[in-house]
Structure formats: structure tokens, C-alpha cells
């Protein structure tokens, strides 16, 4: 089950994250694609669930530098044209603390927040499909909706 206490703390993080100091923004290296696997990515982390889907060739940097571009309304967490990052790396103050959401120290509130790492797709779920929905739904992009527009 989802905690709505822990969900909303999140939150708060995240929202005092936004106008945190940027310095080095362009000296931080955004990977242009990266392989979403959680189980193929972070074998250590234990209480995953059966690894049936990935999403392959994932455009990281594309999303950073330009389809998040003025798209806030559609995301689930807060961000700016500045600091996009923050879209998906809710916890990170600033580009350099962007990287694994897995490894990070808040990793634990995260999946307690989710219901644990068996959950760990309603997370990823919650940050991606959340904007795309809304984006679409609003005709304001065409960003996949389906199953398989991610999974491939
Ligand atoms: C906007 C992109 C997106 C869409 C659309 C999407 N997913 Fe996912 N899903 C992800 C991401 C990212 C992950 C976590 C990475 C991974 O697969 O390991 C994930 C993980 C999962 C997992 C966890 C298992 C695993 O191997 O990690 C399942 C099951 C899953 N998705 C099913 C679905 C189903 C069913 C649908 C359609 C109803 C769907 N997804 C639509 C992005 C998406
Ligand atoms: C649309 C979502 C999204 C945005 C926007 C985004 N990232 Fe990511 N990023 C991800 C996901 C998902 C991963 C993989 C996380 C994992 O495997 O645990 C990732 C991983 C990373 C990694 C680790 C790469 C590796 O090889 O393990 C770095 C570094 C990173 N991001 C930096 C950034 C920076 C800096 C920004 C802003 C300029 C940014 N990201 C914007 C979703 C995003
Ligand atoms: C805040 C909004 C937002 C978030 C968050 C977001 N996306 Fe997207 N995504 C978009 C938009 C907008 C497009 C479509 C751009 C276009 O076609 O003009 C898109 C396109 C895509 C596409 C198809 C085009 C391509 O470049 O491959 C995939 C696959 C995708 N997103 C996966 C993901 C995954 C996986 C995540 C989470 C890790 C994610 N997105 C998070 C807005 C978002």
C-alpha cells in the first residue's frame, strides 16, 4: 500500500530542492541514452520484482535538454527549465547529485513510499507515465502512453 505520509515528504523534498544553487550545470556529463533495467542495473538491491520489462535505449539526455522544456504542468514532481533533472531526480538539489535513484541515500524513502522495492515499477511508473499522460492527454506532445512505447 501506498504511504501518503512518506509520499508527501518526498514531496516536500523535492519542492525545497528547486531553487537550490546550480553552479556546474554544463560541466555535469547527462548520459544521452541509458538502459532502464532495475534488476540488470542494481543487482544488489535485494526485493526487486522478476525482471519481465526494461526500457531500452531510454532518451536521457533528449528529455533533459528538450522535451521537458517547459512541460511542468504534466509532471509529477517539480521542476525548472533550468534544472530539469529535478523531474526525475526529485531528491537532487543540483546536476551533480542526479545518477542512480537506487544507490541514492533516500533510496529506502523512496520505496517505503512506493510500497517497498516489489513496487519499484510504481515509481518509475508515477515520475514517467505521469507526464506522458498528461502531455498527451492535453495535446501538447506526443510522448507513449502504451506498454509496449516504452517497453520495447
Ligand atoms: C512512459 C514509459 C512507461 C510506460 C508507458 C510503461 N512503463 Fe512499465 N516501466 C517503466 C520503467 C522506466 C520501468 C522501470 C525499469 C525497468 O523496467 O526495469 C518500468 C517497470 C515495469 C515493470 C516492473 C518489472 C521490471 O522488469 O522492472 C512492469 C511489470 C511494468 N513496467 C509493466 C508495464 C505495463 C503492463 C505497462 C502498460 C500498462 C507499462 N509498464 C507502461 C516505464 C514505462
Ligand atoms: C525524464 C527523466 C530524467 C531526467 C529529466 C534526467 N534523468 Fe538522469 N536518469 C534518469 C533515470 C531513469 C536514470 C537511471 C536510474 C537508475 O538506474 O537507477 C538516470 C540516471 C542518471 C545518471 C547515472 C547514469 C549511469 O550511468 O548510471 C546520471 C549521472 C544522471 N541521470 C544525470 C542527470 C542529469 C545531470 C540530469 C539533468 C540535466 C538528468 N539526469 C535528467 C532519468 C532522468
Ligand atoms: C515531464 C514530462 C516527461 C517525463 C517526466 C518523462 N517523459 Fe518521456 N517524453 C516526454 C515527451 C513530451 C515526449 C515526446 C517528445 C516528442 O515526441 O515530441 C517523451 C517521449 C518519450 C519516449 C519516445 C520518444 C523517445 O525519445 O524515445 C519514450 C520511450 C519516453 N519518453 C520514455 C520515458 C521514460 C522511461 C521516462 C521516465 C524515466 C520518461 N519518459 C519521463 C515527456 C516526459
Known sequence: MRNPAVLTSVLVVAVAAVPAVRAGYASVPVPETLELNVQANHPDTAGLPKDTKAVPEFS??????EYLKGRQTFSRFPYEDSFTCAACHHTAQAPEQA???LSCKDADRMFAAVGGPGKVKNLFHEVCRTCHKAAAKAGAAEPPTRCSGCHR
Open 99 to 101: 545518477g542512480s535513484c
Open 60 to 65: 536521457h539526455r533528449r528529455h533533459a535538454e
